[in-house]
């Protein structure tokens, strides 16, 4: 592959060196020069995308960052266009962000809210970048999410699920467009109370932290009102690994369901352990025991194997849906990579277009122009039908997936099938809502 | 001066000349050449390198002078930024109380590890810090979570109180670290033709801080007080039997050394307002042991190096990825690039951890004295052998 | 009742996951006096061993079939294991299945291999230095070997099933006339710790009985008089330090069904082993042994909910609590020796 000599790194500091430094040879310039930070003056524009590359999320990065160079691609007028073509704003061109070319630089969050934000602070201080995006984890959204709103850019979050992303911790500069914990148990409720009766035990392990304490109240409160009754909840450690000691208690309850608030490594081993324990073949109650597990990713579920077969969960996104937006996404996707993309890949993309979108609307990279242009925004063709950015919380309104574990994957990506498209009105809340109390979104913040 | 004699003087002087002129330093490229990419001039990693370094500072006087391998020693950094963050919660966004309590917590966190600890010595002693950070990692990630923000870690909000400071910007936003109104990432640029250089307030602050933390070390190494230290490194047993109990000054080390962790996570918590939990984890105490070891433990200089090392290796090497390779070989012939694009791509990028395992391995196999062995060697190399007999270890003689 | 017996059960199961690691690392420590940071990652290859296998089995030719269609709608590839063409189809699938059993036979050679390439290759120039060099050292090693398996496997975990006649639970309520589905068990689990009863008895009967054995322990008592006395205790430690590898990959193999592997696996493990080594006692065997058991079942108590709910955060802590209480009372650990690594 011959490439031209492009300069990728802070056009806007070259442009402005060189003016400056041929004029005179020694200036200092305050940080305040520009209007808003990293101003891109030269010829094109740096986003940012800081995705897990190391650690046990490095696969899911990986996809991210493989739908991030689509994106950028697609933008730049490259490819088959993808969901260009679908998206209903047709404002962005396919000549880059109004006019300029656009060009990204990677960093390692390592999945740890430091290493993140010591990543994203070196895009926006060094390479110049005017957004940042991506990550997959709720703790490392909401401190990315912080830093973002301190320096003046904005922050297009990737795979983050916990209700804090755009409850308690929201920020005027930071968008989540993936679904929530809220919107998880809304979903999966009376799909469960459907096909599993409304007179349920449930046992919830849970993650020991935000996002399982999210997620669990969400799931119990939605099941609770159909009628379920939940018997026990366990917290369990982030780093553990085997989950037997967990598992063996719940043959002792009179539970007739288990539910696994995990994600990433610590669903595929409980998921994993809770089928060793036979809990899939037992009866309780004159009822056959069933397992839940919330959020699903279809690259950690491939983890656990057989496990999934059968078993009820949420995704934002699935590569089997059949609206024009998604099939073109798959296509371009999977041409240039073999494999279809995942629910993170899907949600870092649409992200990334997004952004250049509202770019191109506002007529202006100003991140308080942007938050202006994204906020109340109602679009379509991205995958998930037609989709809200609500102003108050700057959370995405949209249909979520109800999913279930496929008993004949026909390959090693078909692992789960679409049970029901629950509509967005069945989802949506209200932004006081208990769940994502206290918080303030603030004022946006151009820095500079 | 300063009441050191020459050779620290001079040391002291190279130091604060290095760290004063680090934004020249750390920026020798162009700002558009390819090289750029290996620039660290920026204020975070900047920060980043004189912070780890004062990390690395008070770790070494534990266990450069006494022996005592502490693989817990992230927590006092933890805890330190937990009550600076603390700090600009209640009482204001001004950064010299949030320093001074997270120095303070760290040191009394740090007096009750090690008088529990230090009853054991040698590999009992590890594992027992080892236990203590790990708990407190596990619980600030969990039970805690109330008091330490768990997994999204602490931070600012903007219904915090701040007392005495201002509650909210006129913009509407949560305020920004300070000193006296200084904010730290306020910066000032400099362009020299294609250069260009960022002078940073955050860093300079944090600099300065770190030059007095040298200095006190070279102090402690120098004093009464470090000799006693090094006596109980070579032998703490023939010490005892001389009556004297070496546990008092055990105890003073672990807890100085704690509070310079303090000090530094404090600082941390100063330039970038957030506190995970992650610091705790055991893999962060093993980095301090990393840098200190990898820059030469028992050297002055050293854990700086090394604390340098392995930052710069975790934000610069991490963030090259298959597109810049590309344009780094864009001049070779096509197959000839890819090859090279091929064999370079493991080691960058997400691969950069492989890269700074088998720099462990070799600094360790080939210079056991750590970087600053491999400096020695190459000023002998100039020198001269005879020079370098009689002046022998130079400037950073090893404690043993 | 029925609760404590299934936590004795599972703190058996999970103690020997960790003896199994703690009795290699306690091996190396006693005999080389190397602090090994990359046994981990040993238990980490023996995992990817069975990965390793299961795939060579599964090592398949492509055939396309016109009649079904793949995601992007083109006709769809069907891999077709070699097995099935050499053994046909039913042969071909008692095989796969029984992959992970295979690879016992598998990893032993190659985990001795690499165990005798790393002490010959690094370890042996670490003797004589600090402590502190072989930690950095290994983990090094321990992050290179990590980084290269993730870069053939990636990052996320790998599902290597037990062999289908292990699937599903013993039911031991119903084996002694108790109401049945009370005290249920998994299979594997059960195997998992019948081998790690065998191999751990392998080792001590070894030791014990075999003049190979005594000349080690003798080596390890004082190596320079055995020296002396002319025999050549190094390779004696060499071939030890390959028997120490395989039993932390065998260990890793036999883990494969519990949980899926991934590339980090073994620094999971890692701390936890060094916990466990050092409560048994530096240099102890029986130490490490007792000690894993021991945490394992502590473990499994404190993470019921009856325990939880009496001590909020209890189970994410009990290990290293236990830890401290034990080094405070018992200054050597259970059964250390005194001197070793005090200083």
């Given amino acids: 592959m011959s490439k031209s000599n492009v300069t990728r790194r802070g056009v806007l500091r070259t442009g402005a060196v060189a003016g400056a430094g041929l004029a005179v040879p020694t200036i200092f310039t305050a940080s305040s020069a520009s209007a808003f930070t990293n101003e891109p003056t030269g010829s094109s524009v740096t986003l940012g995308f800081n995705v897990p590359q190391t650690g046990p999320y490095a696969d899911e990065g990986a996809d991210e960052l493989r739908a991030y160079e689509l994106a950028v691609e697609h933008l730049n007028g490259g490819g088959d266009g993808g969901m260009l073509n679908t998206f209903s704003s047709k404002a962005l061109q396919g000549n880059g962000i109004m006019g300029k070319k656009v060009e990204y630089v990677t960093g390692d969050t390592q999945t740890k809210s430091d290493a993140a934000r010591a990543s994203a602070k070196s895009m926006i201080e060094k390479d110049g970048a005017i957004m940042i995006t991506g990550g997959s984890s709720s703790g490392v959204a909401v401190a990315v999410q912080a830093l973002c709103q301190e320096a003046g850019v904005i922050f297009m979050a990737g795979l983050t699920h916990s209700n804090d992303t755009t409850g308690k911790d929201k920020r005027a500069n930071g968008f989540r467009h993936f679904f929530n914990s809220y919107m998880s148990g809304a979903a999966l409720a009376p799909v469960l109370a459907n096909a599993y009766g409304t007179d349920r035990k449930a046992y919830h392990l849970t993650a020991d932290y935000n996002w399982g304490y999210t997620t669990e109240e969400a799931v119990r409160s939605s099941t609770e009102a159909m009628g379920w009754e939940t018997v026990g909840t366990v917290l369990t450690p982030l780093t553990q690994t085997d989950f037997s000691s967990y598992i063996a208690p719940v043959l002792q309850s009179d539970a007739d369901v288990l539910v696994l608030n995990h994600y990433g490594g610590n669903m595929v081993n409980s998921l994993t352990n809770a089928v060793q324990f036979g809990l899939r073949d037992r009866m309780v109650n004159g009822k056959n025991f069933e397992i839940v597990v919330p959020l699903y990713s279809r690259l950690m579920a491939k983890g656990a194997g057989a496990n999934v077969k059968g078993i009820f969960g949420s995704t934002n996104w699935h590569w089997s849906l059949q609206d024009e937006g998604s099939k073109a996404f798959v296509q371009s996707f999977g041409t240039k990579y073999g494999f279809p993309p995942s629910q993170a890949a899907h949600t870092c993309y649409v992200q990334a277009l997004l952004y250049a979108d509202a770019v191109e609307r506002a007529g202006s990279f100003n991140p308080c122009a942007v938050v202006e242009a994204l906020e109340g925004f109602e679009f379509d063709g991205m995958g998930n039908g037609p989709t809200l950015y609500r102003a108050e919380d700057h959370q995405c309104f949209k249909d979520v997936l109800v999913v279930k574990g496929k008993e004949n994957p026909s390959s090693e990506f078909d692992l789960l099938e679409i049970v029901e498209v629950t509509p967005v009105e069945q989802v949506t809340y209200a932004p006081d809502h208990p769940q994502f109390a206290g918080g303030a979104l603030g004022t946006c913040n151009a820095g500079a | 001066m300063f009441g050191l004699d020459k050779r620290d003087t001079t040391l002291l002087l190279i130091v604060a000349a290095l760290v004063a002129l680090a934004p020249f330093l750390l920026n020798p490229f162009p700002e558009n050449s390819d090289l750029a990419q290996f620039n660290a001039g920026y204020p975070d990693l900047m920060q980043r390198f004189v912070i780890f370094g004062i990390f690395a500072i008070g770790f070494n006087i534990l266990f450069g002078l006494t022996g005592y391998l502490s693989f817990g020693h992230a927590a006092f950094l933890g805890v330190g930024s937990y009550a600076a963050v603390w700090m600009f919660k209640l009482l204001s966004m001004n950064i010299i109380p949030a320093i001074v309590l997270a120095v303070i917590v760290a040191g009394v966190f740090a007096l009750l590890i090690g008088f529990i600890s230090l009853r054991r010595s040698g590999i009992y002693f590890s594992i027992l810090t080892l236990a203590f950070a790990q708990m407190s990692f596990a619980l600030a990630y969990s039970v805690l979570t109330p008091i330490t923000g768990g997994e999204t870690g602490l931070q600012l909000a903007l219904d915090d109180p701040r007392i005495i400071g201002q509650q909210v910007t006129e913009g509407g936003n949560i305020p920004v670290p300070s000193l006296f109104g200084l904010e730290m990432r306020d910066s000032a640029e400099l362009a020299l033709g294609p250069w260009l250089f960022t002078f940073n307030i955050g860093y300079y602050v944090c600099a300065i801080i770190m030059l007095i933390a040298f200095y006190i070390s070279i102090r402690i190494f120098r004093s009464p007080f470090g000799m006693m230290l090094r006596a109980i490194k070579s032998n703490q047993q023939r010490l005892n039997y001389t009556g004297l109990n070496s546990r008092p000054y055990t105890l003073a080390a672990f807890v100085i050394s704690g509070m310079y962790a303090g000090l530094a996570g404090g600082l941390m918590a100063s330039m970038d307002p957030l506190a995970g939990a992650e610091r705790m984890f055991w893999t962060a105490s093993g980095e301090v042991v990393l840098m200190t070891i990898l820059g030469g433990a028992g050297t002055l200089i050293g854990p700086i190096l090394g604390a340098g090392m392995i930052k710069y290796m975790e934000n610069i090497i991490s963030k090259i990825n298959k597109t810049i390779l590309h344009e780094w070989f864009y001049w070779m012939p096509d197959g000839l690039e890819d090859a090279m694009v091929s064999i370079v791509y493991p080691f960058i990028g997400k691969g950069w951890h492989l890269t700074l395992g088998i720099i462990f391995m070799l600094v360790v196999i080939f210079l056991p004295g750590g970087l600053v062995e491999g400096g020695q060697r190459i000023a002998n190399f100039f020198r001269g052998r005879k020079a370098a007999k009689q002046e022998g270890k130079g400037t950073t003689e090893p404690a043993e | ?343």
């Fill in chain 3, 1 to 343: 009742m029925d609760a404590i017996i299934l936590q004795i059960l599972n703190g058996l199961d999970k103690g020997s996951a960790y003896a199994l690691i703690a009795l290699g690392l306690t091996l190396i420590f006693g005999t080389l006096g190397v602090v090994n940071f990359a046994h981990g990652a040993l238990f980490m290859i023996g995992a990817f061993c069975a990965v390793t296998l299961s795939r060579i089995l599964t090592l398949s030719h492509e055939v396309i079939d016109e009649t079904r269609k793949d995601f992007l709608g083109n006709p769809l590839k069907v891999d077709v294991p070699y097995v099935y063409d050499w053994f046909g189809q039913e042969t071909g699938d008692v095989i796969i299945d029984w992959a992970v059993p295979l690879s016992i036979l598998f990893a032993i050679p190659i985990m001795i291999g690499i165990g005798v390439i790393m002490e010959r290759g690094l370890i042996r120039h670490f003797y004589k230095r600090p402590h502190a060099d072989q930690i950095l050292v290994t983990f090094g090693l321990a992050i290179v070997l990590q980084e290269i398996i993730k870069y053939f496997y990636g990052a996320n975990p790998i599902p290597t099933p037990a062999p289908d006649a292990f699937v599903g639970s013993f039911d031991f309520g119903a084996a002694v006339g108790m109401e049945a589905g009370q005290i249920i068990y998994p299979y594997w689990r059960l195997v998992y710790f019948a081998f790690a009863a065998v191999v751990i008895g392998a080792v001590f009967a070894f030791l014990q009985f075999t003049t190979f054995g005594m000349v080690v322990r003798a080596g390890m008592a004082d190596r320079e008089t055995v020296g002396l006395l002319g025999i050549n205790i190094d390779k004696r430690f060499t071939i030890m330090f390959g028997l120490a590898a395989a039993v932390a990959g065998l260990a890793g193999v036999m883990y494969t069904p519990i949980n899926s592997p991934n590339y980090h696996m073994g620094m999971d493990f890692l701390v936890l082993s060094f916990v466990v080594v050092v409560v048994g006692g530096m240099g102890s065997l029986p130490g490490a042994v007792l000690a894993g058991f021991l945490l394992g079942i502590l473990e499994s108590f404190a993470s019921m909910r009856e325990v939880i709910d009496l001590i909020p955060g209890i189970n994410q802590v009990i290990i290293y609590l236990v830890a401290i209480i034990i080094l405070l009372t018992r200054p050597r650990g259970l059964m250390g020796r005194k001197g070793v690594m005090e200083e």
